[in-house]
């Protein structure tokens, strides 16, 4: 009789323990492709003065499968002062879908300057965002200068990613190249921060005229993102345009996240984040448009 009674109760704590599975495996999926996830990767940059150089020597080779073909080769790099934190932002209420929503809102990058030969490349991009496309125009041909920013991914105030969420953004890493451009149109869009952190109203800014770097993806002294996140980390083109706005005035904690950075043993910055000046915005080169549904 004892071990009758016993029974529903071991089989309701097995359906208890599916149960709280089940939304764990859910939580633990990526976007459901990679270019779902490019084609909302928007982020607003902001000036940070004043800060050490960091002095740190990086070898940085390419990611994307273009620049891959191309055997572009790796770059011995000195990480200088940091310039930059750029933060994910959406255009004009576009809000990524629910299942790509949850990782755009996590990609902080903190851009330091680097130094390198020009490329002299000329490539045509591909608007990925449909509001960018109808602002400025399907294509755009740009020609790869000098690098002039690694972007490397942070965390601000100790807001940190869901577990699921950091298996990818830390290893998001761009190196930014000037670019020599035709002047486009200025536009006007309205920018709403993603980021918890960051809970200021919608801004209205004007965008252009000149596109004034091309970030592409890279590797850190030859650490190679895990294969499950790969594809996303290597389509993570972006073209950035002047953008005006407010100050964002603040003072923020800045942590860096990704394997490499940690292993240096690199501090936790108090930096102070001032004048708007660029907003990037996903693109493809010559055709290699990012893999899977939009």
């Given amino acids: 009789m004892n071990g009758t009674k016993r029974m529903p109760s071991a089989l309701v704590a097995c359906v208890l ?3 709280l599975a089940v939304p764990a ?7 459901v492709s990679p270019r779902r996830f490019v084609d909302f990767l928007d982020v607003r940059c902001y000036q940070i003065a004043n800060q050490p150089s ?14 891959v073909q191309m055997h572009l080769p790796f770059e011995n790099v000195t990480l200088q002062a940091p310039q930059q934190l750029c933060v ?3 255009k004009n209420s576009s809000l990524a879908p629910p299942d790509t929503l949850p990782f755009i809102r996590f990609v902080d990058w903190k851009c330091y300057g680097i130094t390198g030969p020009p490329l002299g490349l000329t490539l045509q991009l591909t608007q990925l965002n449909p ?4 602002m400025f125009g399907s294509t755009a041909s740009v020609t790869l200068r000098e690098p002039q920013l690694l972007c490397v991914p942070v965390v601000k105030n100790n807001s940190n990613p869901p577990a699921n969420v950091l298996q990818l953004v830390q290893y998001l890493d761009v190196k930014c190249y000037r670019v020599d451009a035709a002047a486009v149109t200025p536009k006007t869009v309205t920018l709403t921060h993603l980021n918890p952190v960051l809970t200021m109203p919608p801004e209205i800014s004007t965008i252009g005229p000149l596109p004034q770097q091309l970030c592409v993806p890279v590797m850190k002294n030859q650490q190679m993102p895990p294969t499950t996140v790969l594809q996303y980390i290597q389509y993570s083109d972006v073209l950035c ?9 603040l003072n923020l904690m800045l942590r860096h996240i990704d394997p490499v950075l940690i292993a240096k043993g690199l501090p936790v910055e108090n930096v102070f984040v001032s004048n708007s000046l660029k907003l990037c915005v996903p693109v493809a080169k010559n055709g290699m ?6």
Wanted: proline share 13%.
């Fill in 289 to 294: 448009l990012p893999p899977g549904i939009q």
């Fill in 25 to 31: 495996a859910v939580h633990a999926q990526l976007p």
């Fill in 17 to 19: 323990l599916l149960a």
């Fill in 131 to 134: 509001i960018i496309a109808g």
């Fill in 54 to 67: 960091l002095n740190l020597p990086l070898r940085l080779d390419h990611l994307n499968p273009l620049f």
């Fill in 88 to 90: 994910p932002v959406e």
């Fill in 241 to 249: 345009y002047q953008a005006s706005g407010a100050s964002l005035g």
